[in-house]
C-alpha cells in the first residue's frame, strides 16, 4: 500500500530552461508516463493553448521531440508520439543499452559529489515507492530521474548526447507493465541500486554491466516476447 505522499520530486532539468525547452520536456515526460501514447497527435493548436504559449514555441518543442526520437512531424499532417515498427525495435534496445552503459562507466569516473547525491536519490526513492508498491506513475517518474542524473554525472558534453538518443522506452505498448506490480518495482530498484553501488565505487566496469542487466531486464519484461540473440542470452547470464 501507498505511504498516501506524492514522490513526483523534480527531475533533473533539460536543456537550457528556455520556454521551448520547457515545453518539450513536458511532452516528453506525458509520452514516458503513458499519458501520450506511440501514434497520438500532437496538435500544435492544442498544445498552444493547454501550456500558455504561442504555436512558434509548440513547433520548436515538437522539433525537438522529433530529435529525440519521441515524435514524428509529417508534411501536411503534423505532428504525432512516433511509432516504432518491431523490426526496428532490437537495433533501439541494443542502442539504448549501449548508451545507458557508457553513461553508467562515465558517472562512475566522472560524478561529483552532488551528482551521486542526486543518482542516490532517485535509487533510494524507487527503493521507497518499491516498498509500498507505489503508483505506476510516481515509479515511472523517478526511473526518468534515475537516467536523467546518471546521464547527468556522465559529463556536460555526453550528457546532451545521450539525452537526445537514449529515449526507447515509451515506443511500446507495454512499457509501464512491468513496473505495475510489487515484484517488478522491486526488481528495477535492486537494480538501480546496483548501478548506484558501482557508481559510487567508481568502478566502471562493473557500473556498465550493472546498467546493461537494468536496461535488458525491462526490454524483454517489457516487449512482446523474450529476444533470443546470443549476445542477450550470454551476457545477461554473465
Known amino acids: 500500500m501507498s505511504c498516501g505522499h506524492s ?3 523534480p ?4 536543456g537550457d530552461q528556455s520556454q521551448t525547452s520547457r515545453l518539450a520536456d513536458e511532452l ?5 508516463l503513458g499519458h501520450t501514447p506511440p501514434g497520438a497527435p ?3 493548436v492544442e498544445i498552444s493553448e493547454a501550456h500558455g504559449v504561442s504555436r512558434t514555441i509548440v513547433r520548436a518543442a515538437l522539433q525537438r521531440l522529433e530529435a529525440q526520437g519521441l515524435a514524428e512531424i509529417v508534411l501536411n499532417k503534423g505532428a504525432r508520439v512516433r511509432v516504432v515498427e518491431p523490426a526496428s525495435m532490437d537495433d533501439m534496445i541494443e542502442l539504448h543499452v549501449e548508451l545507458t552503459s557508457l553513461a553508467a562507466r562515465h558517472a562512475a569516473n566522472r560524478a561529483s559529489p552532488a551528482q551521486l547525491a542526486r543518482i542516490s ?5 524507487l527503493e521507497h ?3 509500498d508498491v507505489g503508483p505506476v506513475e510516481e515509479f515511472q517518474h ?9 546521464f547527468e554525472a ?3 558534453v555526453l550528457a546532451e548526447r545521450l539525452r537526445s538518443a537514449a529515449p526507447v522506452v515509451p515506443h511500446h505498448a507495454h512499457a509501464m507493465d512491468d513496473v505495475r506490480t510489487g515484484p517488478g518495482q522491486a526488481e528495477t530498484a535492486k537494480l538501480a541500486g546496483a548501478v548506484l553501488k558501482a557508481v559510487v565505487a567508481h568502478d566502471g566496469d562493473t557500473a556498465a554491466k550493472a546498467a546493461e542487466r537494468m536496461v535488458r531486464r525491462h526490454a524483454e519484461r517489457t516487449l512482446a516476447k523474450p529476444r533470443p540473440t546470443p549476445r542477450s542470452r550470454t551476457r545477461t547470464a554473465a
Open 142 to 150: 523517478l526511473r526518468v530521474g534515475f537516467a536523467r542524473a546518471l
Open 154 to 156: 556522465a559529463g556536460p
Open 129 to 131: 515507492v518499491a516498498e
Open 28 to 32: 516528453a515526460m506525458d509520452i514516458h
Open 7 to 9: 514522490h513526483m520530486i
Open 11 to 14: 527531475l533533473p532539468p533539460m
Open 42 to 44: 500532437l496538435r500544435e
Open 121 to 125: 536519490k532517485f535509487a533510494n526513492m
